[in-house]
């Protein structure tokens, strides 16, 4: 498609040419930005075909450099569909990424707790998703350069990334669980009814992205992970009125382990 082509062609002229691993920081969870030896930071409106955000406050990044021993290229900001993006456009810079030549995405994002032993601030890495969002990055004609029509989902989440995850988790003393990821539009919070919903479904966390880049991912047979921050208790029996400034602060708090997560697996990548 000549719009990845474009795409390739300037971020290439711009010095970006050879990174290895693709990163996408969640809301609230910039700090691991702040570790990247950056060789170079590109706004977002600056790239052709990129989505230029409109409605967020503070403008997406791409950042190519060193991280733990890796040429890393890591979004600063992600697109989510309440946002009024379409699925294409969600998808594109992964696409992107992967045309690049990264070997594997790790994703970091918020999302509610619906499972309750999953404490407020908490990490959990993402064994499985649910998708409940309207629409598919895939649907429309099949893109035969990047992968097949019907890609399998049996194993979402790569098992080798995830056991590293697992493995540094342990190593650095920080308690990782894993679980189920169910992916709603938003942007409203979910209503107590729906919270027993998802319960009864099979999820243990609630959020409002990442599905979307896991389907392209799995498209185009690109290993990746996610982490997710736990930022609010969704309990339907005790559901305080959802505070997003806290969800945001919350987020903020688990930053720290969460740099030194993706660190250690970076290193041992
Ligand atoms: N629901 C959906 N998305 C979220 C939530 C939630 O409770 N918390 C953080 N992201």
Request: proline share 6%; net charge negative; with cysteine.
């Amino acid at each position: 498609m000549k719009q990845f082509t474009e795409t390739l062609d300037y971020l290439k002229s711009r010095g970006i040419t050879a990174p290895e691993t693709g990163i996408i920081l969640g809301t609230g969870l910039g700090d691991l930005a702040g570790h990247i030896d950056a060789e170079l930071i590109v706004d977002y409106e600056e790239i052709p075909h990129f989505p230029v955000s409109t409605v967020e406050t503070h403008k997406g990044k791409l950042i190519y450099g060193m991280l733990s021993g890796r040429k890393v290229l890591a979004m600063q900001g992600r697109f989510h569909y309440y946002e009024g993006y379409t699925m294409q456009q969600i998808v594109f810079p992964v696409r992107i990424m992967k045309m690049l030549g990264v070997s594997a995405l790790l994703i970091s994002n918020a999302a509610g707790g619906i499972n309750l032993e999953m404490g407020k601030g908490s990490l959990m890495l993402i064994d499985d998703h649910i998708n409940l969002l309207p629409a598919n990055p895939l649907t429309g004609p099949n893109h035969n350069g990047l992968g097949t029509r019907f890609p399998d989902m049996s194993r979402p989440y790569d098992p080798k990334l995830n056991e590293l995850f697992m493995k540094a988790a342990e190593a650095e003393g920080i308690k990782l669980h894993t679980g189920v990821y169910a992916a709603v539009a938003g942007p409203n919070l979910e209503t107590r009814a729906e919270y027993r919903f998802l319960r009864t479904i099979g999820a243990d966390v609630v959020g409002m992205s990442t599905v979307p880049e896991v389907i392209a991912c799995n498209h185009m047979q690109l290993p990746c992970a996610a982490v997710s921050v736990i930022t609010d208790e969704c309990d339907p029996d005790n559901l305080a009125p959802a505070d997003i400034s806290d969800i945001i602060a919350t987020a903020a708090t688990a930053e720290k382990s969460l740099t030194r997560l993706f660190k250690h697996v970076l290193a041992n990548l």
